[in-house]
């Protein structure tokens, strides 16, 4: 669930500048949106995500993991927050607002994942640096993987290993993505 805040259009640029602090918000066709707050479930699983792809990106790797909410530019009025990514870019400096080169981008979907399966698959993928879209459904535990160029949509389970070749080239367990769930009530 997210609001929709339409004050007028905006820029990714115009966007980065304005949007609120400790909020998170994604540019839309530049419309602003508020998005819901994350809750236990969400956070949980994000953080495994996370600590899987540290455990695994060390220097000298070129590819660096990240989680702390910052934009993938998908066109000059459109911009996502992914739940976690592998970047990579150098860094650039102490503040960086944006994912250079995001080659691979995760999306925990708890309320989401249609959104996610459509709406964000399809707009991820006009980055030129976006080679994995993940997006992680913990209620199903399951795993959606998508590849750009490929039409074929993995959908993996507990037991299954994601395997991610190109740019960032790595196998991450997905039991590691589900590791102390919250109970579902």
């Known amino acids: 669930m997210s609001i929709a805040v339409r004050e007028r259009l905006m820029?990714?640029?115009e966007f980065l500048d304005w949007h609120p602090d400790d909020e998170k918000w994604e540019l839309v066709g530049g419309i602003s949106w508020r998005m819901m707050a994350e809750g236990?479930?969400?956070?949980?699983v994000k953080t495994n995500v996370s600590n899987a792809l540290g455990r695994r990106l060390r220097a000298p790797n070129p590819c660096r993991p990240g989680s702390n909410g910052k934009l993938v530019r998908i066109d000059?009025?459109?911009g996502y927050r992914p739940d976690a990514h592998i970047n990579y870019a150098p860094v650039r400096g102490p503040v960086e607002a944006?994912?250079?080169k995001p080659v691979v981008v995760f999306?925990?979907?708890v309320t989401s994942l249609e959104s996610d399966l459509t709406d964000k698959r399809n707009g991820y993928f006009v980055n030129p640096h976006v080679e994995h879209l993940i997006v992680v459904n913990p209620m199903a535990r399951k795993v959606h993987h998508f590849r750009r160029g490929s039409a074929i949509e993995d959908i993996l389970n507990v037991g299954d290993t994601l395997s991610l070749d190109g740019t960032a080239s790595l196998d991450l367990p997905i039991a590691?993505?589900?590791e102390w769930p919250p109970e579902i009530i």
């Not at 236990?40 to 949980?44: A, I, S």
Request: aromatic fraction near 16%.
């Open 40 to 44: 236990d479930f969400h956070e949980t």
């Open 107 to 109: 999306e925990v979907a």
């Open 98 to 100: 944006l994912i250079e």
């Open 11 to 13: 820029t990714v640029e």
């Open 76 to 78: 000059n009025t459109t």
């Open 176 to 178: 590691e993505f589900f």
